[in-house]
């Protein structure tokens, strides 16, 4: 998100455009969508033909209308995390994703919470992000293959707009995964090269060299690219739909666990 960060007063009036603009377009309430049964089994499948896709559609159009990018910055904060959660509790067994209950919790509460997972083809879990901000947490609890709600989540964006500067996120994101290293004995290790060497590793595109939180992450093994956490479906067969068509050579560096 590089580039969108604006003073305190901008934001706040972006705010106030941005929720003046959603309430123009807000759409009467339909009957109650029928929950799921648990039990069906995924479509083997997956796609987005038939899928129904209103809510990012109307995520998009709000976005095409903002009139700066503080305010397109505010609604990818506060309406793309409502808009994925619609569209992926909507399509989920279409898509051949499943909710994730946390630790104690159920699948109802999994379809609440907006927790979904992917059957990576190695045969581990990808978890999905589900805000456009919480890579980390997406990526890290992919790689130790634990639920994402055990893994930090600084909500960097919220706290960016609310007026912390973003140094001060960065710093207090570095120390949450040294209190979670200590509490679990999980710890990052940072590579200044891909690591391509590792079975399974986290890559990070960086897309703005003086702003880390800019980067983007994704779950990377040996040389391939594995999973992004970051798009609403599944990747398609060619393996590139849900990897922005990124290869190992677009990585600048990367992380392994210990």
């Known amino acids: 998100m590089a580039g969108l960060l604006a003073s305190a007063p901008a934001i706040a009036a972006a705010r106030d455009e941005a929720k003046q603009l959603h309430a123009t377009r807000r759409r009467t309430p339909g009957p109650a969508r029928a929950r799921r049964a648990p039990q069906r089994k995924p479509i083997p499948r997956p796609g987005l033909e038939g899928a129904d896709t209103s809510a990012l559609e109307t995520f998009t159009a709000l976005v095409a209308q903002a009139s700066s990018p503080a305010q397109e910055l505010w609604l990818v904060a506060t309406e793309y995390p409502r808009a994925v959660h619609r569209f992926r509790r909507a399509n989920w067994e279409q898509l051949g994703i499943e909710p994730a209950p946390?630790?104690?919790?159920?699948?109802?509460d999994a379809l609440d919470d907006g927790w979904f997972i992917q059957h990576l083809r190695d045969g581990t879990r990808g978890y999905f992000m589900r805000r456009s901000d919480d890579c980390s947490t997406a990526t890290v609890a992919t790689l130790a293959q634990c639920h994402p709600s055990l893994?930090?989540?600084?909500?960097?964006?919220?706290?960016?707009l609310s007026g912390t500067d973003p140094a001060t996120v960065l710093a207090e994101l570095d120390g949450s995964y040294e209190t979670f290293a200590g509490q679990t004995g999980?710890?990052?290790?940072?590579?200044?090269?891909?690591?391509?060497?590792?079975?399974?590793?986290?890559?990070?595109?960086?897309?703005d060299a003086n702003d880390p939180l800019a980067n983007h992450l994704l779950v990377c093994t040996g040389r391939d690219l594995l999973f992004?956490?970051?798009?609403?479906?599944?990747?398609?067969?060619?393996?590139?739909?849900?990897?922005?068509g990124y290869t190992v050579a677009d990585v600048t560096y990367g992380w392994t666990l210990e």
């Open 102 to 108: 946390a630790p104690g919790d159920t699948v109802e």
């Open 151 to 160: 893994v930090p989540d600084p909500h960097e964006m919220r706290r960016i």
């Open 228 to 244: 992004d956490p970051a798009h609403p479906s599944p990747a398609e067969d060619d393996r590139q739909t849900a990897l922005e």
């Open 186 to 207: 999980v710890r990052l290790r940072l590579h200044s090269s891909p690591p391509v060497w590792a079975k399974r590793w986290i890559g990070a595109i960086e897309r």
